[in-house]
């Protein structure tokens, strides 16, 4: 195999694994979107506390993977990422219900990280 076709194979590499993450990044904040808009509105969350915190604790790190898998992208990759799919819209989408859940629960560091890693996956995503 000569040098161009390896560097191609790299390249298509490289573009089908962000696009991977880009997905997976879509998927998070979906699903931590909807964890959130309900958290402390239904009924049956409140009767769960501890088994909520574990869930809040487990989108949270979700939330912070993303971010360390976003800042160690290059530029191309972030730019690939911000491009194929509209992030900050996602971040933004998944902020308010997060600022919602926070608004009930103001002490919690769990909620503060969730929203400093967001606040971070958009810097990066719109910069």
């Known amino acids: 195999m000569n040098k161009a076709s390896a560097g191609v194979d790299d ?12 997905e997976k990044m879509v998927d998070t904040l979906d699903t931590t979107k909807e964890f959130f808009k309900n958290l402390f509105t239904d009924p049956e969350n409140k009767k769960k506390k501890k088994e909520l915190e574990a869930r809040v604790e487990e989108q949270t790190k979700k939330i912070e993977e993303l971010a360390i898998k976003l800042e160690k992208l290059d530029e191309t990759q972030s730019e690939a990422i911000s491009r194929f799919v509209n992030i900050s819209k996602k971040v933004h989408e998944t902020m308010g219900p997060l600022m919602i859940a926070f608004s009930y629960d103001p002490t919690s560091e769990t909620l503060k990280r969730a929203i400093q890693n967001l606040t971070k996956i958009k810097s990066i995503t719109e910069s």
Do not use: L, P, S, Y
């Not at 390249?11 to 880009?22: G, M, R, S, Y």
């Open 11 to 22: 390249a298509a590499k490289t573009v089908e694994a962000t696009i991977k993450i880009a």
